[in-house]
């Protein structure tokens, strides 16, 4: 069965089809979602955030201009969009909830460790790293971007994603180390 | 930074890793990592760990859950809320025109992008023909231009009633099965194909009479 393209509804949309805009949501609002609560790191705001997405997609449809996937325009809008909601919160407010967020993660590492679970730590890990360095984790091996389209959904030259995901697997190993997992790399 | 000032290709491929094991690179760089995964064990060492990353990522993000139902009705509340949209005459060539591209797979649109080119090719070449021998003739040069419209099928000529939205218009001429042909037409007529074979008058007007009390159509007529 063919499905009918994302490019094909963004037509739609912009023709004001709203059937189009309910087919195009739910293909992508958990990606989008998830996208957007592993940088707010709050369910509530990442689901207002999703409509504020969606409505931009309704909005700008007619502006697209298939330089880049479907998916790749809506992760950038969602990340300025997430980036502008942590702008307005108070670093209080974060720091509590990155608290929770860490704390509410599976096992705690050493527990995991000690049960061998080496899956477990490296999530733990993972979730501890910077917001910075989750996102391009997420937009390389969950998201499934090229470099390419990395560099247009974050804004910097290719050359710089590499480096950055260097960096952030590059943290990952250190917060191994520090739970007693050592990949002896780099 | 150790890893990535080493040797400089070594660091390159190093660094394409996470892509590799996604399979988000392009064929030079697949290949190009293939090799060096084959002949450098560290390398695909490393690799392993890539991998242990792609996969607990990906089971992180599963387990985040998804946003309630509500999450649709609050986002198609605020859609309601928005002003109406100002749409230009409705089926927007332009607009169908992308559709249309846009559902084509990449092989086919490949195939007609050739096809395109080879019939412009050929229609050159008979213009050029055709101009060439005029000029031995000393013929004379016509101001008319070629007709577009294939004139093959039923056809009718119809003004869109001034209200009618482009959906209005969309579902008519989807629901009555009906394609534009040409248009529009400088008093906003559009050539309106309603059979892809050629019928008899009296079917013909049978269909207008149907088609006329249709509240999207402001005009219908028959035409050759």
Avoid at chain 1, 8 to 19: E, K, Q, Y
Avoid at chain 1, 51 to 77: C, N, P
Avoid at chain 2, 93 to 114: D, I
Avoid at chain 2, 160 to 175: G, H, M, R, W
Wanted: charged share 25%.
């Amino acid at each position: 069965m063919q499905t009918t393209s994302d490019e094909v509804l963004i037509v739609r949309i912009a023709g004001g089809d709203r059937l189009a805009m309910q087919v195009l949501f739910a293909r992508h609002h958990v990606r989008v979602y998830r996208f957007v609560l592993r940088l707010v790191r709050n369910e509530a705001t990442a689901e207002d955030l999703i409509s504020e997405v969606f409505l931009d997609v309704w909005r700008q449809a007619g502006k697209f201009e298939s330089r880049s996937a479907v998916s790749t325009w809506m992760l950038s809008i969602a990340r300025f969009k997430a980036l502008s909601a942590l702008r307005r919160r108070p670093e209080q407010e974060l720091d509590d909830e990155t608290a929770e967020r860490i704390e509410d993660q599976s096992d705690d590492p050493e527990v995991a460790l000690a049960t061998k679970d080496k899956g477990a730590v490296l999530r733990q890990c993972l979730t501890a790293l910077s917001a910075e360095h989750r996102e391009i984790v997420d937009l390389v091996y969950y998201h499934e971007k090229s470099v390419k389209e990395v560099a247009g959904i974050v804004g910097t030259p290719a050359a710089t994603v590499k480096t950055r995901m260097f960096y952030a697997r590059k943290k990952l190993s250190e917060l191994l180390k520090e739970q007693g997992i050592d990949r002896r790399w780099p | 930074m150790n890893t990535m000032n080493k040797e400089p290709e070594q660091s390159d491929i190093e660094a394409l890793l996470p892509w590799h094991a996604v399979g988000t690179l392009s064929r030079r760089d697949t290949q190009r990592v293939e090799d060096a995964l084959a002949r450098d064990p560290e390398l695909a060492r490393r690799y392993a760990l890539v991998r242990d990353e792609l996969g607990e990522t990906i089971h992180l993000n599963e387990t985040l859950g998804a946003p309630s139902a509500h999450a649709m009705e609050k986002l198609f509340d605020k859609i309601d809320a928005e002003p109406a949209r100002k749409q230009a005459m409705s089926f927007n060539l332009g607009a169908r025109m992308a559709e249309f591209l846009a559902s084509l797979s990449p092989r086919t649109l490949a195939w007609s992008a050739s096809a395109a080119v080879f019939a412009i090719l050929l229609q050159a070449g008979l213009i050029a023909s055709v101009v060439i021998k005029e000029k031995n003739a000393g013929g004379y040069e016509t101001a008319s231009a070629p007709t577009t419209d294939s004139g093959v099928g039923a056809f009718t000529l119809i003004r869109f009633a001034p209200q009618a939205s482009s959906d209005d218009v969309t579902k008519f001429l989807k629901a009555n099965k009906l394609s534009i042909a040409a248009g529009p037409m400088a008093s906003g007529l559009y050539k309106v194909r309603v059979a892809v074979t050629g019928l008899p008058k009296a079917e013909l007007a049978n269909i207008v009479k149907k088609l006329q009390q249709d509240k999207v159509v402001g005009f219908i007529a028959t035409t050759e």
